[in-house]
Each structure stands twice: as structure tokens, then as C-alpha cells.
């Protein structure tokens, strides 16, 4: 029989979000999620994915898919311990290993699970970990999982960060003190002060971590954000997804060696969880080896990123402050953000509101994240759009 109490409990919350109109209603896709989207019949103009360079729909990673499929199955049958550990997991870590310009790199089966995984291998609760206030919910988790005290510093303010790690490590009240922020926030698209958090992490000798899932494939050349500050070799974590950028689902930890080795003895969705499929192995190493080959879809990336942003800015939208492809247009008051955001679905633009409380109350936008796939025809149509809604609503005049 059926929990009361659940019941009840249930019943009382999922009301309580549907009358505040935050209960979130998931829009099946019918087709691919790529430039083009199809939804209850409806073709839309995609803005909302993370696919940065297209590659999820990409042919030579579905070929290098079926291929792994036809030779390993569908399934690795085991966590990675026991027998779980494809030749192909192997070349996966070796690729991302050099992709990042580290030691060595082991993969999980998502950017969530790495969180899981990488922070409370390392961290307990002797340890003090700084984390920045935007940080991405997984990051969160993994330091709550972990044990260790979390002391959260103003959003890349690099004074309060200095201040809340001069007052841990001389506290004497920790074993070991560690900074952890996302490369790329992705609410707003600004990028993390690397070398300043690396200048603070020297002087009070803190272990450094950086997520880096939307800053890798797009950032330094693709390999992303610590490489683009040349600080390969300067930060001790460096967390990767294969489910943004590669265009495929899975994530991973790059470091030194002696890292690596610990995490695949030490962390537990590591060793309690079934290996990433061969299929998702062979296409993130296919899409790996593009990166590394080859710069045209970033800059292809960047060349859309800029262009969509630089028609929105012109049209008069604030687009607020980002320095990656991700492009807010700001529009403030919620109820006329999420309106907004109606309006551009049935002019066929599929790109989502974000308000409070993701981000702080008064600055609801709606967040397009254009891609490599886009065609200027594309993102020409959605302009048009966007410029017929802004008139309509009065936000421009
Ligand atoms: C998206 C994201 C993740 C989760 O990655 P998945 O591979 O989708 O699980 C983790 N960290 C950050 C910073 C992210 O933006």
C-alpha cells in the first residue's frame, strides 16, 4: 500500500510549485537536438542546447558509434574494477590526457558523477573547501558529499577569496584547504579569474580545481579555459564533460598521474558504477581527435556567437557581460521574461527563460547558446524574430 505520508507530501508540494508557476513542463524533442528542432510538429530554431559545435548529430561520430557497437556491444557489463574496462576506455583517457595537456585523465559516466567522485576522494571533514557563490549544482553536491566545510566566496571577487583563504589556512583548523570554480558560469557566460585564483592558491597553498564543462570545446582553441590562460600545469583538478561540447554523455578528471591513480582506487562512482557505454567511448574519442586536429568548429563557434551577439546588442537588447557564445538577453521582470520566451516559441524559436531563483530576483533573461551548426540564414530568422517580439512587448523601442 501506498504511503499517506508521501502521498500527502506530494500532492501539498507539486500544488504549491504549479500554483507559483514554477512546476517545469519537459518539451519531447522529435528529431535530433540540432540547429533545427522539432517539437509537437512544430520546426523551431534551435538557441537552447549545449551542443557547441554540433557534433551530437555529427556523421563521423555516429560511424565511430556503430562500429564500437558492432565490435563491443552495447554495454560494458561491469563497473570499470571488476571487468568493465574496454580497450577503448583506455584510448578514451589516453586522448583526453592529451586533449588537456596533463599526466593523465580517467572518465566517468557524466560531468554530475565526476563532482561525485573527484571532490570527496580527496577531501574530508579535516578540510575547508572555497567555493564560488555561482558555482554549478554537481560542484555543490560533491563538496556537501564530501564532508569537508564549505566556505563560499562572492562570485569571482578575488578580495573575498583571498581574505576567506588567508583566515582558513592561518585558522590552523584544517588539514587541507582547496578553491573550486566552474571555467565558464554558464547563467551569465563569464569566465573565471584563473590566474588570480592560481596566484592565491600559490601564496596560501590551496588545492586547485576548476569544472570546466562549458568552457572546454570552446575556450583556448577548444581545449579549454585552464589552456587558454596557459595554466596547464598550474591547476591540480581540471573536470571535463563529454555531454556539452563533445556532443556525447559522460565526463572526466585530468591531472597528474598520481591523481589519476588515486581516483580510480579512491572514488566510488568509479568503483560502484557501470562503465560508459562503447558507443559513447568511441564517439567521444572520435570527436576528441577532431578537436585536437582540427579548429574549424570553434572558430565556426565563435564566429556565430559573435555575429548573434552583436545583432542582438545593436537591435538595443542588453546582452549583459558574457565572454563565451553563451548570449543572455537580459530582460529583468520574470513574468515578462518566461511571456517573452512564449512569444519566441510560437514565432518558432525554441530558447529558454532563466529567472530567479537560478539567477537573482529582478534579472531574468532568456539565454541562447548558439552553435557551430547554426547557419547565418538561421540565426538571421531568429533575429527577425527576436526584433518583431521586442517591439511588440515595448522592451525595444
Ligand atoms: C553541465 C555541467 C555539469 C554536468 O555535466 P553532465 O555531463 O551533463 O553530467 C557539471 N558541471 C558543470 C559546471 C556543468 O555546467
Not at 584510448?91 to 561525485?116: D, P, V, W
Not at 564543462?213 to 587558454?228: E, F, R
Not at 568511441?282 to 545583432?311: C, F, H, P, V
Request: charge should be negative.
Amino acid at each position: 500500500m501506498a504511503s499517506k505520508v508521501l502521498d500527502d507530501f506530494l500532492k501539498q508540494n507539486l500544488e504549491d510549485l504549479k500554483s507559483r508557476g514554477l512546476y517545469n513542463v519537459i518539451d519531447p524533442l522529435e528529431s535530433p537536438n540540432g540547429p533545427i528542432i522539432k517539437i509537437a510538429g512544430k520546426e523551431l530554431i534551435n538557441l537552447s542546447s549545449n551542443n557547441y559545435l554540433g557534433l551530437a548529430t555529427d556523421e563521423r561520430l555516429k560511424e565511430a558509434a556503430h562500429q564500437a557497437i558492432e565490435k563491443f556491444g552495447v554495454g560494458a557489463g561491469a563497473v570499470r574494477t571488476i571487468n568493465g574496462t574496454l580497450e577503448i576506455h583506455i584510448e578514451l583517457e589516453k586522448k583526453l590526457a592529451e586533449f588537456k595537456h596533463t599526466e593523465a585523465a580517467i572518465a566517468y559516466q557524466s560531468g554530475f558523477n565526476c563532482n561525485m567522485a573527484a571532490i570527496s576522494a580527496v577531501m574530508d571533514k579535516n578540510d575547508a573547501i572555497l567555493s564560488d557563490e555561482l558555482n554549478h549544482a554537481s560542484i555543490i553536491d560533491g563538496c556537501r558529499l564530501s564532508g569537508a566545510k564549505i566556505i563560499r566566496f562572492k562570485h569571482s571577487d578575488m578580495d573575498d577569496l583571498r581574505a576567506k583563504a588567508k583566515e582558513a589556512t592561518e585558522s590552523g583548523q584544517y588539514n587541507k584547504v582547496m578553491v573550486i570554480t566552474d571555467g565558464v558560469f554558464s547563467m551569465d557566460g563569464d569566465i573565471a579569474k584563473l590566474p588570480e585564483i592560481v596566484e592565491i592558491a600559490e601564496e596560501f597553498g590551496l588545492i586547485t580545481y576548476v569544472d570546466d564543462a562549458h568552457g572546454s570545446g570552446v575556450l583556448g582553441k577548444g581545449a579549454g579555459t585552464v589552456k587558454h590562460f596557459g595554466l596547464s600545469d598550474k591547476i591540480d583538478f581540471q573536470i571535463g564533460t563529454l555531454s556539452k561540447a563533445i556532443g556525447v554523455v559522460g565526463g572526466y578528471v585530468a591531472g597528474k598521474k598520481e591523481l589519476i591513480d588515486w581516483l580510480k582506487v579512491r572514488s566510488r562512482p568509479f568503483l560502484f558504477s557501470t562503465s560508459l557505454t562503447p558507443g559513447d567511448v568511441a564517439a567521444s574519442i572520435k570527436a576528441i581527435e577532431i578537436l585536437i586536429n582540427s579548429t574549424e568548429l570553434n572558430n565556426r563557434l565563435w564566429e556565430n556567437g559573435n555575429y548573434l551577439k552583436k545583432k542582438l546588442k545593436s537591435l538595443g537588447f542588453d546582452i549583459g557581460n558574457s565572454e563565451t557564445p553563451i548570449t543572455p538577453v537580459i530582460i529583468g521582470d520574470e513574468v515578462k521574461t518566461q511571456e517573452f520566451s512564449k512569444k519566441l516559441y510560437e514565432a518558432g524559436v525554441y530558447a529558454k527563460s532563466i529567472v530567479f531563483p537560478t539567477v537573482p530576483r529582478g534579472t531574468g533573461r532568456i539565454r541562447n547558446m548558439p552553435t557551430a551548426a547554426h547557419s547565418k540564414e538561421m540565426l538571421d530568422q531568429a533575429l527577425t524574430i527576436y526584433e518583431k517580439i521586442g517591439k511588440e512587448m515595448g522592451i525595444l523601442s
